[in-house]
């Protein structure tokens, strides 16, 4: 089946730590996007990349990192400097970025104390 | 700048009813796009229904319509004969060249709870 992975589902790290989520894609999707959702908000685009070895800061990029080595791939790193990345991290990905219709992962719910 | 709002936190609703869900937008773009997500209780963000700017007709799909009224920049959704399976959040978004992008911007969710 095709779809977008997300692992893990939980993540707990302490305060300082730098940790990566993953996010993988089989739907042969050239874009790729992440978001972050807190209690009672929309979706806020954290970074979105086009094409391979190419992405591009959202609204709220600061204090995380991302690659695009493989078209498959999308992993999200959440550096040490976002000062409150306790949040539920929502990974999607479309046939080119503007497509309406994005497909979304089940999301990983990150804690940090 | 674009701009989404969702002004109902939460919506309850008995089950078999119909229930409309409000989104107004805001964009200077002439070409845009409206949609709908379903977000149940396990995360996973779910596509609904999309309307185009050009649209002449509201889109329809299954239970779901969309009744777009562009003159009040209004994109509102329709659940008809509503389930316990309804029960999710619901986001309204848009798309649009704004800026050169078409990156879709959210609105902040309507909660929906469909009583038995």
């Known amino acids: 089946d095709g779809g977008i992975t997300q692992s893990p589902k939980y993540l707990f790290r302490k305060e300082g730590q730098n940790v990566t989520l993953s996010c993988e894609q089989n739907?042969?999707?050239?874009?790729m996007y992440w978001y972050r959702q807190d209690p009672g908000q929309g979706l806020r685009l954290i970074y979105y990349?086009?094409?391979?070895?190419?992405?591009q800061k959202g609204d709220i990029a600061e204090g995380y990192s991302v690659s695009r080595e493989k078209k498959e791939s999308f992993p999200l790193t959440v550096t040490s400097a976002q000062k409150n990345p306790t949040a539920f991290y929502l990974c999607?990905?479309?046939?080119?970025?503007?497509?309406?219709?994005?497909?979304f992962g089940p999301g990983t719910r990150l804690t940090v104390t | 700048a674009q701009k989404i709002t969702q002004t109902q936190p939460g919506m309850f609703v008995q089950e078999k009813e119909a229930v409309t869900l409000d989104c107004t937008y805001d964009t200077s773009d002439p070409s845009y796009g409206l949609f709908w997500y379903k977000q149940p209780s396990s995360g996973e963000m779910i596509f609904l229904i999309y309307q185009g700017s050009y649209d002449q007709q509201n889109a329809t799909e299954g239970r779901y319509s969309l009744n777009f009224q562009k003159a009040r920049k209004s994109a509102n959704l329709v659940i008809s004969a509503s389930q316990l399976g309804d029960s999710a959040m619901y986001f309204c978004?848009?798309?649009?060249?704004?800026?050169?992008?078409?990156?879709?911007?959210f609105g902040r969710g309507t909660s929906l709870i469909v009583h038995p």
């Open positions: 990349s086009q094409i391979v070895n190419d992405f």
């Open positions: 978004a848009m798309v649009s060249s704004s800026g050169g992008s078409y990156i879709p911007t």
């Open positions: 999607a990905s479309s046939d080119r970025v503007g497509d309406y219709e994005q497909y």
């Open positions: 739907l042969n999707h050239d874009a």
